[in-house]
């Protein structure tokens, strides 16, 4: 197993200057800043969230450099000799097997530590060494001490956001590296490296908008290389945008009010009244995110003055979404929220857009109006307005599907397209025993051809 796991971290190891280049397209200076540091035998430190680009430009940089590539994704279990080397025993008696590092070395070859402070602390003992001006390998079991060449470079990176409390590069060493900082690139960046990688016509790698954004469920559930998300309600929006900025801060800030001493109704109205009185954004947006998980079933219900006045669950334990709110924030990083009615998101749209519309339901009955998610609710002329926006969409080649309730007023006002009908299970409801299907329908605004 630990020969395997040898010859597993061993990757790209042919001359890649002798491949074509893969396909990367720089963020600012970076690839200067790489190529002055190798010129210098200097180390570099990427530090960056996961899939933003940070393997694909060192395997680029190599390539370019025409540089032989090791890359080991670091774990808990990898050790300096996991590195480094360890004697094995074969047919012919014991044998020295080099590490991915050492023979990056030998070799003066480019060494990729992906994720390096996951792995155990006794391989930064190792790393030291080469790190410095001294630039070199000991290797005690064989007595060795190698000197780097002058082509050799050693790159570490690692995911401020996913690594463990626990750990982390200390300032003595990361001191000793070239830095820099990776974020997720552009939407327009994105996308020409999206039709770079995939050769898909750019008609077809544009971005999904969603007028009606409320819990985000679509844009969570789809993979767009752009997204455009907008809602009438400023209270959302606000959340979504801190989260999309500060992500665990902003986490960790509204973790506090998760704890025994809110869970009360005396502690819920209280902080339900101060939500309402408060102008600051940011703590509006924390207080929001207690009352949604604390609320009566999760409702978003505002009065006619604009208060919010979802009234307390009674919750044993309200679950507070810390994983899931993270993963938000870095695929947050694709989308752009707006603050706006659905008019200005539709004509914001472009031809090869895809547009989903989620808009509160027109109502079942007289008695089951229960739209007002936002101060203001949804009337029925805004349902024929929304239609006929899609139908003008769909001439300037934009896709548009609209969710709503299956009734007569909802098939004649979507009549224009191409209707499929469905049932759901419906869960806003005072009584149990009536929380039973609801038939919807799903219209498509579809371009021909």
Avoid at 28 to 48: S, T, Y
Wanted: hydrophobic letters at 35%; a neutral charge.
């Amino acid at each position: 197993n630990r020969q395997a796991k040898l010859v597993d971290m061993q990757t790209d190891t042919e001359p890649s200057g002798q491949q074509e280049l893969p396909f990367y397209r720089p963020h600012g200076n970076e690839m200067v800043l790489f190529e002055h540091a190798w010129r210098n035998q200097l180390p570099v430190l990427i530090k960056g969230p996961t899939g933003c680009g940070k393997t694909r430009f060192v395997q680029h940089m190599a390539a370019r450099l025409g540089r032989p590539l090791y890359t080991v994704a670091c774990h808990d279990d990898l050790t300096a000799a996991d590195l480094v080397g360890r004697h094995l025993i074969g047919e012919q008696g014991t044998y020295w097997c080099d590490g991915p590092l050492t023979r990056a070395v030998r070799e003066g070859a480019i060494c990729y530590l992906d994720e390096v402070v996951e792995a155990r602390k006794d391989t930064t003992v190792v790393l030291h060494p080469l790190t410095d001006d001294r630039r070199i390998l000991p290797l005690e079991r064989t007595g060795e001490t190698l000197q780097a060449p002058s082509g050799f470079m050693l790159v570490v990176s690692y995911n401020p956001g996913y690594q463990n409390l626990l750990k982390g590069m200390k300032p003595s060493t990361r001191q000793r590296f070239l830095a820099l900082s990776f974020d997720f690139p552009t939407p327009e960046l994105e996308l020409e490296v999206l039709l770079g990688e995939t050769a898909i016509d750019a008609q077809q790698g544009r971005r999904l908008i969603e007028p009606f954004v409320g819990s985000a469920a679509v844009f969570l559930n789809t993979e767009y290389p752009r997204y455009l998300l907008a809602d009438s309600n400023k209270d959302l929006i606000d959340l979504y945008q801190f989260l999309q900025a500060e992500g665990t801060d902003f986490i960790m800030d509204c973790a506090l009010l998760f704890t025994p001493e809110y869970n009360n109704s005396e502690a819920y109205y209280r902080l339900r009244d101060e939500f309402n009185a408060c102008t600051d954004p940011r703590q509006r947006a924390s207080l929001f995110v207690y009352l949604n998980r604390h609320g009566y079933n999760g409702l978003c219900r505002y009065n006619a003055k604009g208060g919010f006045n979802v009234p307390f669950g009674r919750y044993k334990n309200p679950y507070f979404p810390a994983e899931e709110m993270l993963a938000f924030h870095h695929k947050a990083q694709r989308a752009v929220f707006h603050h706006e009615d659905f008019e200005k998101s539709m004509r914001r749209a472009r031809a090869g857009d895809v547009v989903y519309c989620d808009p509160p339901y027109v109502p079942l009955s007289s008695s089951s109006n229960f739209t007002t998610y936002s101060a203001g609710g949804f009337s029925l002329k805004q349902q024929e307005k929304l239609a006929q926006l899609a139908e003008r969409a769909v001439a300037r080649d934009i896709s548009v599907l609209i969710s709503n309730h299956n009734t007569e007023f909802t098939r004649q006002t979507y009549d224009a397209a191409r209707i499929e009908s469905l049932s759901v299970q419906r869960y806003i409801s005072c009584h149990g025993h009536k929380r039973g299907k609801a038939d919807e329908l799903l219209a498509l605004y579809a371009p021909l051809g």
